[in-house]
């Protein structure tokens, strides 16, 4: 098992016991994403699987729809990518993506693997559950999110309806890392529904 399916199959499990500890009246809560639910956290997720699968002309395996039941379709969207991961040739191979040319692999780390850790702490927040980020992904995440060029700020930059980051949320320099991370993503570290 390559690093990368590793990291993912990490993040996958957090996500996954952020899912099951939703209670089934919390699913219709306010998240901090602007207009989504709790439920709806879940349906992105569910998405930005699919968006993996379909370079590669495949898309998601039958399953309830995330309406009906939220850890199935993730369960189901998760086993579909770690087939990708978990063959070494459909990791490996080279695709077209917004980010320019990569491998499978890459693809699915900078994206889906790492929208499951943000996501994570919005479907934490949203439910009341420990919202604490990883320190050694925050660490990891603290360059990167340093250097988000302003037009992934932009709504629809990267077609109709698709807003990647928020403006960004001032918070004091001497801010925990979580909170000055969270705020560079557009999230206000002090969200409550």
Not at 39 to 56: E, N, T
Not at 130 to 147: G, H, S, Y
Not at 149 to 155: A, F, S, Y
Request: net charge negative.
């Amino acid at each position: 098992m390559s690093e990368i399916a590793d990291r993912y199959r990490t993040r996958a499990d957090i996500f996954a016991a952020k899912i099951a500890a939703v209670a089934p009246g919390q699913w219709s809560n306010p998240s901090p994403c602007a207009e989504w639910t709790s439920r709806d956290v879940v349906g992105h997720i569910v998405d930005m699987h699919a968006a993996m699968l379909s370079p590669l002309g495949r898309s998601l395996s039958p399953a309830p729809p995330v309406e009906e039941d939220p850890a199935a379709a993730f369960a189901s969207a998760r086993a579909d990518v770690e087939s990708l991961l978990t063959d070494p040739a459909a990791a490996a191979r080279e695709i077209d993506t917004p980010g320019g040319r990569m491998s499978v692999e890459r693809h699915i780390d900078q994206v889906v693997s790492a929208d499951m850790v943000l996501h994570g702490w919005d479907l934490a927040r949203a439910t009341g559950q420990d919202d604490t980020i990883d320190p050694a992904e925050l660490e990891e995440m603290w360059p990167a999110v340093q250097r988000i060029p302003e037009e992934m700020r932009i709504p629809g930059a990267f077609g109709p309806g698709i807003v990647v980051f928020g403006p960004e949320v001032a918070v004091p320099g001497d801010a925990p890392l979580q909170h000055r991370v969270l705020g560079l993503l557009g999230r206000d570290p002090h969200w409550s529904a």
